[in-house]
């Protein structure tokens, strides 16, 4: 169980490293975040943050959605609501990030020729995930289409997550522009 508050508490730093580059990309860091962003010449959060990799998807609201989303599917296994299967699920679904790790990577050297300090610390947050599925033991030893009902559930509050996050930003956009 030990591990169970490690992954809440790597989702929370995950949380908290989007609400930094929303703030990186909206022009309002502090000080400290936007020295963090620059600390080399070779570094511009910025730059990789406001870039668009995929076209019309804003990969740092795929990101929030992700943390936030497994946040609160994590803090529903502490009222009983499937703790050990839906953990499991997210173990799956960190997992399935490595292609968007190595992407990302990939695409900050080659495509931006810039890092974001961010961007990696983010990167960090989710190698340490996986790592720690390796720790906790998860096996793909039961397939994880047989989590049925869970499958459900992690689904559903990724897409309550989706939904709250987009018309949050959206308002947050209108504002701005208005």
Request: glycine residues 10%; hydrophobic residues 50%; positive net charge.
């Amino acid at each position: 169980m030990a591990d169970y508050g490690i992954f809440i508490g790597l989702k929370i730093l995950g949380v908290l490293l989007y609400v930094c580059i929303w703030a990186v990309k909206r022009g309002r860091a502090p000080v400290f975040l936007q020295q963090w962003c620059s600390l080399t010449p070779t570094t511009d959060c910025l730059r990789v943050i406001r870039s668009r990799p995929l076209g019309i998807v804003d990969m740092a609201e795929v990101g929030m959605v992700y943390f936030v989303g497994g946040l609160l599917v994590l803090l529903s296994g502490l009222v009983g609501i499937g703790s050990r299967e839906n953990t499991v699920i997210l173990y799956g679904l960190s997992w399935l990030s490595i292609p968007y790790l190595l992407f990302s990577l990939y695409y900050q050297y080659a495509v931006v020729g810039k890092w974001c300090t961010l961007c990696l610390s983010v990167w960090c947050v989710m190698v340490a995930e996986i790592l720690l599925s390796l720790h906790d033991g998860m096996t793909l030893a039961r397939p994880l289409l047989s989590y049925g009902k869970n499958i459900l559930f992690v689904c559903a509050v990724f897409l309550f997550t989706a939904v709250v996050w987009g018309v949050f930003s959206r308002i947050s956009r209108v504002r701005r522009q208005g």
